[in-house]
């Protein structure tokens, strides 16, 4: 008695390790039938579920049986002691299948029924108190044997666990298809957000680059984009992978000059597990990731020159190995580079290799700034003052005479500086129509904030600053606070401020 209890408990216990130990409900069962046989002697189990097209009670997991036997293995509901436990959703204990008209033997597997003392044992499996398939087991069976209770009562535990792991695979089955439909359905607002024609410019020289895009897009070359900071060098890289054969492919980012040097070889190419301390696991880089896709390697100037030997093999033979690695790997990317410096510069001062150079050089696209493309600033402005509007519930407009004062602005950081400045004046006002007076308290802060592709060693001095640019300084950095609960990060990003500037002008104007 003693030992059948601790066997039917080193059962329950093993079946537990192996619903936990995978999702997959066909993985889970196969273990869990296995276990019945191996540990409590129990031969044919079985897991039978209702086929959600045909109605049928098909075999989905079985223990013993060939192939052909679990095709053979089909019933209708009510049909046999298998349809009857699924039409009832009770269990049904038959103590010796020869003797019982009910079972039909439809797999054929036990042979002739009538020479062996066979007992099968059928309980329902519920999802949500609905009969959604039954768990069978053959035991032989005679009078030395403990009752069959005992087994009834282990198998109501199992079809219990059974059920529980169902209704856990279509929760992770139904998020896996919710996850999928969203993924599909940003990459299409993506593609369509990115798509060539969203671009927003008119000027002669936007339409060159336009042109340049349309015909690069379609081929494999490896395009270098160059311009100042702002200018939308991002855009105009996934423009042309959007507009590519690759556009349902990866886009991969990479900052070359935001990854500290150490860092940057396992970032571009992955590492093996252990091989450099805090490599607790092996990981694949971006030119893996961006395999049939596109590697944007923003700020391509920057790329360590010691790097560059290896970086200059890989976009030759698109083969690399892993930081730690021996195994070759291979890859198909399309590499698109961005850069704001003076590369023809670098090459005279050896900091940049020229072979690296015309390597990534094949296609130049130029993006002129913003000062030298003056007819698209109101097509951005009313571009961006749309969508903050809608962002943010407002209806913010801008006066004719701002309007003028925004084209007269030198916009050193370019789109990046006068979309900022947009976003920032339709959060912060609280007027519907700006005048010039009103954009000139904002173009004062912007100008006293970090200018994209600008870089301050310390907090700017501004004790000479007016009285009342200082005041306005001060209710602005109060009202982004509100704005933003508090949040000094937030506030910052919103204002175009680092996290040390905001923190030193708060001291500077003791807000609370």
């Given at each position: 008695m003693m030992d059948q209890k601790i066997l039917e408990l080193t059962a329950l216990y093993e079946i537990s390790k192996a619903f936990a130990s995978s999702l997959d409900l066909k993985v889970a069962?196969?273990?869990?039938?296995?276990?019945?046989?191996?540990?409590?002697?129990?031969?044919?189990?079985?897991?039978?579920?209702?086929?959600?097209?045909?109605?049928?009670?098909?075999?989905?997991?079985?223990?013993?049986?060939?192939?052909?036997?679990?095709?053979?293995?089909?019933?209708?509901?009510?049909?046999?002691?298998?349809?009857?436990?699924?039409?009832?959703?009770?269990?049904?204990?038959?103590?010796?299948?020869?003797?019982?008209?009910?079972?039909?033997?439809?797999?054929?597997?036990?042979?002739?029924?009538?020479?062996?003392?066979?007992?099968?044992?059928c309980m329902p499996v519920r999802v949500y108190g609905d009969t959604i398939g039954v768990l069978s087991v053959d035991r032989l069976f005679d009078d030395r044997m403990m009752s069959l209770e005992d087994d009834l009562r282990v198998l109501t535990i199992v079809a219990s666990q059974i059920g529980q792991a169902v209704k856990v695979t279509e929760m992770v089955n139904q998020e896996r298809q919710r996850l999928i439909e969203r993924n599909q359905r940003l990459e299409q607002e993506l593609q369509h957000k990115?798509?060539?024609?969203?671009?927003?410019?008119?000027?002669?020289?936007?339409?060159?680059?336009?042109?340049?895009?349309?015909?690069?897009?379609?081929?494999?070359?490896?395009?270098?984009?160059?311009?100042?900071?702002?200018?939308?060098?991002?855009?105009?890289?996934?423009?042309?992978?959007y507009g590519s054969v690759r556009a349902g492919a990866p886009f991969i980012k990479v900052n070359c000059a935001a990854i500290p040097e150490p860092l940057l070889e396992s970032e571009l190419f992955g590492h093996e597990k252990g091989s450099f301390t805090g490599a607790i696991e092996t990981r694949k880089g971006r030119f893996e990731q961006a395999h049939e896709g596109t590697l944007f390697l923003d700020e391509i100037g920057d790329l360590p020159l010691a790097l560059q030997p290896k970086f200059l093999r890989v976009l030759q033979d698109m083969k690399f190995e892993r930081v730690g690695g021996s195994a070759t790997i291979s890859v198909d990317v399309r590499?698109?580079?961005?850069?704001?410096?003076?590369?023809?510069?670098?090459?005279?001062?050896?900091?940049?290799?020229?072979?690296l150079y015309y390597r990534?050089?094949?296609?130049?696209?130029?993006?002129?700034?913003?000062?030298?493309?003056?007819?698209?600033?109101?097509?951005?402005?009313?571009?961006?003052?749309?969508?903050?509007?809608?962002?943010?519930?407002?209806?913010?407009?801008?006066?004719?005479?701002?309007?003028?004062?925004?084209?007269?602005?030198?916009w050193p950081g370019n789109v990046r500086e006068?979309?900022?400045?947009?976003?920032?004046?339709?959060?912060?006002?609280?007027?519907?129509?700006?005048?010039?007076?009103?954009?000139?308290?904002?173009?004062?802060?912007?100008?006293?904030?970090?200018?994209?592709?600008?870089?301050?060693?310390?907090?700017?001095?501004?004790?000479?600053l007016p009285g009342n640019v200082r005041t306005i300084e001060r209710e602005q950095i109060s009202e982004a606070l509100r704005q933003c609960g508090g949040v000094q990060a937030k506030a910052a990003k919103l204002l175009g401020l680092t996290p040390r500037q905001i923190g030193y002008k708060i001291r500077k104007y003791n807000i609370e």
């Open positions: 069962s196969n273990k869990v039938i296995d276990i019945l046989s191996s540990v409590l002697g129990m031969r044919r189990g079985t897991l039978t579920l209702l086929h959600p097209e045909t109605g049928e009670l098909v075999i989905e997991v079985a223990h013993g049986l060939t192939r052909e036997e679990r095709e053979r293995g089909r019933y209708r509901v009510g049909e046999g002691v298998t349809g009857k436990v699924m039409a009832t959703g009770e269990p049904m204990v038959v103590p010796d299948i020869g003797q019982e008209p009910l079972f039909l033997n439809r797999t054929g597997a036990r042979g002739d029924i009538t020479h062996e003392n066979i007992a099968f044992l990115f798509r060539l024609r969203n671009v927003v410019g008119h000027d002669r020289k936007m339409e060159e680059v336009y042109e340049a895009v349309e015909r690069v897009a379609g081929t494999k070359a490896t395009v270098m984009i160059r311009g100042e900071s702002g200018t939308g060098k991002e855009l105009i890289a996934r423009a042309i992978h590499i698109i580079g961005a850069t704001h410096r003076d590369l023809e510069r670098a090459l005279r001062d050896n900091t940049f290799r020229e072979d990534l050089n094949v296609v130049p696209i130029y993006l002129p700034p913003v000062r030298e493309r003056v007819a698209d600033i109101p097509l951005l402005i009313e571009h961006f003052l749309k969508r903050c509007n809608e962002e943010h519930g407002k209806t913010v407009e801008f006066s004719a005479d701002a309007l003028e004062t925004m084209v007269g602005h030198g006068l979309e900022n400045c947009v976003e920032r004046v339709v959060i912060m006002t609280r007027e519907t129509v700006i005048d010039a007076e009103e954009l000139k308290k904002h173009l004062k802060l912007l100008l006293r904030s970090d200018p994209v592709g600008a870089s301050h060693v310390a907090p700017p001095h501004d004790h000479s």
